[in-house]
């Protein structure tokens, strides 16, 4: 054989490349057979109507579908997609669901509470969710080979309609009118999307029976037989047995075994079909929404997109409600008789202690006020008054359920009319001051005693220091010594100054308090008339009060200042003008007693009587004295700043 023809012949393959070639080619259609799969399983997980969202082992979203982004209300899954972390999502760590991934990543399989998610939500950068849903969630973590978490699957399913199902039952069942909340019902969802007809059934413990206790339609038809009379399970129709049998929502279509309805109601309404959901209470089904639909495509989305519908008029009505319990617990726990009445003036509604004040029979106001004229212009005042006008208060006289008078307060004030009446009305409210006028007058004989007595106490405290007085000074005229008699004389002096401020409260007004300008006149009086007649005197004096605590240190330190400027307060012409001047200036009341004399000498000593008891009496007062010389000329001033009345 030629060697060229052997070089062109090709060597046998090695059989372990060939088998690598063969693996390799199998793992390409592995991987392409996987990926098919994948997006096949991705594409069908789309539309299951559970939300699915994976997360990887540091909690960052990496997958969600498409019933998820509806759920949490996103523009797309590429917003979320490794931007939200679960583990530090502030929503998330607010409503606990933080605590349940933790779980999850530590191993559990969990299955959460109820959460909720509203309008407010707005965790990344797609802003507010666009509805108020209410879902579970379970979070079951994934493992590798080596048996660690690496990834955690979120499924989420909304439970909002049986939330609002719940809210339906106890409305029903909590209700004074368990009629007018189905009746409620019925009407919010007989206007739901293509439903064109509700009926709420009620079932009776007693006799398990099934009784129709509301309906509603959207085109109501008079052939159609919506008042369906009342049945037992046993003969009721398949689809609302089926109901009762079943823990969740039913639906029926025309061409359904199921299918029980009258022919002249389904052609009537156009029918086509029923979705039946039941009503569940603490113990058991107590009844069922039945609402029919005109288009098969979107019977399974009647209910619960009507129930949405229902739980935003919930939302106000459970303010209304609660604002009218509040009220109730006002009207009906107030202390005052209320009574609501017509713009005529008659009797509506009324309180228990309205009932009480004026009996059983409320008919009019003209009836519970002594004075016919007074009630009539105080209910026109109030219908004419707007409804934010402040309440006034009227003192009139009111009749008891026996005809008896008796002193009252009196408001009236315009109200609003409640829904779906006419015209507005007045509450009226009385509050008896019969009680209140016996302790004002028990209140006001007691101060009138205890006042009597006081001015007994200042008119014997008088009394006795006019006596002490009189003895010092018959004391003073028995003695020989010039010093004795000028100290029995000081003495005799200082009693009558306290005499004077008993004087005074014996006859006045108010026997807790002393009018100081008139002290101030009456002891300039008594100096001039005990031998100060030499001094010219000039008060000029305001209306100041002080307690009686302070009168009495008050007028023994005006009196030494007094006798220090007769002793002290001559002019170089040997002439003594002594002035007092009381004053109260901005707020700031001042005694101040100026002479015309030379004053101290700086640093000399001042340890005669007079002066010390002047700085004993100050301290007393908790203030102190200010000793100027005078700025209209030569002499001397002294200041005393007057303490506030303690209250």
């Not at 390799?24 to 299951?48: Q, Y």
């Not at 299955?111 to 849903?133: M, P, Q, R, Y």
């Not at 009495?552 to 002594?578: K, Q």
């Amino acid at each position: 054989m030629d060697p060229d023809d052997a070089r062109s012949v090709p060597a046998p393959p090695d059989p372990e490349v060939q088998a690598l070639r063969e693996r390799i080619v199998a793992l390409e259609r592995e991987v392409a057979e996987a990926r098919a799969a994948r997006l096949f399983l991705e594409e069908a997980l789309d539309h299951v109507p559970v939300g699915l969202e994976l997360y990887d082992e540091e909690g960052t979203a990496r997958w969600l579908n498409r019933a998820m982004v509806e759920f949490v209300a996103l523009p797309s899954a590429e917003v979320a997609v490794g931007k939200f972390n679960v583990l530090s999502d502030p929503f998330s760590a607010q409503t606990g669901m933080v605590e349940f991934f933790r779980r999850a990543y530590a191993g559990e399989l969990v299955k959460t509470k109820e959460f909720s998610i509203d309008t407010e939500l707005a965790t990344l950068d797609w802003g507010t969710a666009s509805k108020n849903i209410r879902f579970r969630m379970v979070l079951c973590p994934r493992r590798d080979e080596r048996g660690a978490v690496k990834s955690v699957l979120a499924i989420m399913y909304e439970v909002t309609h049986q939330h609002v199902v719940r809210q339906i039952a106890d409305r029903i069942l909590h209700s004074q009118d368990p009629e007018e909340a189905c009746r409620h019902v019925a009407a919010g969802l007989a206007g739901a999307m293509d439903s064109t007809f509700a009926r709420v059934w009620l079932l009776r413990s007693e006799e398990h029976d099934l009784r129709l206790a509301a309906h509603a339609a959207v085109r109501p038809h008079e052939d159609a037989p919506l008042a369906h009379p009342d049945v037992r399970p046993s003969r009721a129709p398949t689809h609302l047995r089926a109901a009762l049998d079943s823990r969740g929502t039913v639906v029926v279509h025309r061409d359904d075994a199921r299918w029980d309805v009258p022919g002249a109601l389904s052609e009537a309404l156009g029918l086509a079909s029923l979705v039946v959901t039941p009503i569940r209470g603490p113990t058991g089904p107590i009844g069922l929404i039945e609402v029919g639909a005109t288009a098969p495509s979107t019977a399974a989305q009647v209910v619960p997109t009507a129930l949405e519908r229902l739980a935003d008029q919930y939302a106000e009505f459970d303010a209304r409600r609660l604002a009218q319990s509040r009220f109730e617990s006002v009207f009906a726990r107030s202390p005052d008789a209320v009574v609501l009445l017509t713009e005529t003036g008659e009797a509506e509604r009324s309180n228990e202690a309205a009932r009480r004040l004026f009996g059983r029979d409320l008919r009019r106001l003209g009836d519970l006020l002594e004075d016919g004229a007074a009630a009539a212009a105080l209910l026109a005042a109030a219908l004419a008054a707007p409804s934010d006008a402040p309440t006034r208060w009227h003192e009139l006289a009111a009749r008891r359920g026996d005809g008896a008078s008796f002193p009252a307060e009196v408001a009236c004030s315009r109200v609003a009319p409640s829904v779906g009446a006419g015209g507005s009305g007045v509450v009226l409210v009385v509050r008896d001051l019969s009680e209140r006028m016996a302790m004002l007058g028990e209140l006001s004989r007691s101060v009138r005693e205890k006042d009597a007595l006081l001015r007994e106490v200042h008119h014997r405290v008088k009394n006795n220091l006019q006596v002490m007085s009189s003895l010092l000074g018959m004391q003073a005229d028995a003695e020989a010594s010039e010093d004795t008699r000028r100290a029995l004389e000081a003495a005799t002096q200082r009693v009558r100054a306290m005499s004077l401020v008993h004087q005074q409260l014996d006859g006045a007004a108010e026997a807790d308090r002393v009018d100081l300008g008139r002290c101030a006149h009456a002891l300039v009086a008594q100096l001039q008339r005990s031998g100060g007649h030499q001094a010219a005197f000039r008060v000029e004096a305001d209306e100041v009060f002080v307690s009686l605590d302070q009168a009495v240190p008050l007028a023994l330190l005006l009196l030494e200042l007094l006798r220090n400027a007769m002793a002290h307060g001559r002019s170089e012409d040997g002439r003594c003008e002594v002035r007092v001047r009381l004053a109260e200036e901005g707020g700031r009341r001042s005694l101040s007693v100026l002479d015309r004399g030379a004053g101290w000498e700086p640093g000399a000593p001042r340890r005669a009587l007079g002066l010390s008891l002047v700085g004993a009496l100050a301290r007393q007062l908790g203030t102190t004295l200010r000793i100027t010389e005078r700025t209209d000329g030569p002499g001397t001033s002294v200041t005393v700043d007057l303490p506030p009345i303690p209250r």
